[in-house]
């Protein structure tokens, strides 16, 4: 072989000891390979676009402590959260139910018709072992209708004067109702076992946070930071199912 074609052949023994040749083959030499690699191309930049979307969730709540620990838990799973102060005009929901489950489902039944999409409630509170689990379902209002944690906290550390340490058990209990707009529903619950202090402790977190004391260190709550509350609360082990199965909702 001489001229053009021998030194083709050059070219492409050269090639393909690089281990190229076969792509630069059908690209350059054959247009209907081009165009199929084309469309191919086109068919995967589709695929990745519909993979992308973030899924657009509803995490029925006012409350901004629980929607950042909702946020942190969920982190990393290509979804859009809405919290339900990113909306105005949004309507209430009595939570008249007497568990938490109740109101969970309750919540999240009502804001999945309200928004058409899929959507996350919360029922958590205190339940302390010498006051027959109360604050219980009634946590949020304990010192009264739209107390503040506050208010709350006093309230128990007064309910609970001379309790001694031994008998001032208590656990956090949340549960987390999802509820899809094809009308699917699962439940997920946690819950974390600590004492009530004698006064408040710390500034993280939210709610009775201050009151809380974990076992392990003699920590409150309130003294975690948000990834490390998620750990171990009531609230962190429930996302923790969720984040397991959310994705099968989409
Ligand atoms: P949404 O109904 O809007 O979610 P809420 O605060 O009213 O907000 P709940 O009715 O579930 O929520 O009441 C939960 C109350 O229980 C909350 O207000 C706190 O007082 C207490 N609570 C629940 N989880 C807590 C946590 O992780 N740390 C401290 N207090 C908590």
């Known amino acids: 072989m001489r001229g053009p074609g021998r030194c083709r052949e050059r070219i492409y023994a050269f090639l393909r000891r690089r281990k190229t040749v076969v792509t630069l083959r059908g690209i350059t030499s054959n247009s209907l390979s081009r165009f199929r690699v084309g469309e191919e191309a086109g068919r995967i930049a589709k695929q990745m676009a519909t993979f992308q979307q973030p899924m657009e969730v509803i ?20 979804l859009r959260i809405y919290g ?26 009502f804001y999945a018709r309200v928004f058409g999409k899929l959507t996350l409630a919360d029922d958590s509170g205190l ?5 027959r689990g109360q604050p219980g379902v009634h946590s949020a209002r304990y010192a009264g209708e739209r107390a503040s944690s506050q208010k709350n906290n006093q309230k128990l550390l007064r309910e609970m004067q001379g309790v001694p340490i031994s008998k001032r058990g208590a656990r956090f209990k949340c549960v987390i109702a999802v509820k899809s707009p094809a009308g699917r529903e699962v439940l997920a619950e946690g819950s974390c076992r600590g004492r009530i202090g004698f006064k408040e402790r710390g500034r993280k977190g939210f709610g009775y946070d201050p009151l809380f004391i974990l076992p392990r260190d003699g920590r409150t709550m309130a003294e975690l930071s948000l990834e490390a509350k998620n750990r171990i609360s009531h609230r962190g082990k429930a996302l923790r199912k969720i984040r397991k199965i959310i994705r099968s909702f989409s």
Do not use: Q, Y
């Not at 006012?62 to 799973?77: P, S, T």
């Not at 339940?127 to 006051?131: A, K, N, R, W």
């Open 127 to 131: 339940e302390v072992d010498s006051l």
């Open 84 to 109: 339900l102060n990113d909306f105005s005009d949004v309507p209430e929901v009595e939570e008249d139910g007497r568990s938490f489950t109740e109101n969970a489902l309750k919540k999240a039944r």
């Open 59 to 78: 995490v029925a709540t006012r409350n901004k402590g629980k929607l950042r620990e909702f946020r942190d838990a969920l982190k990393g799973l290509n």
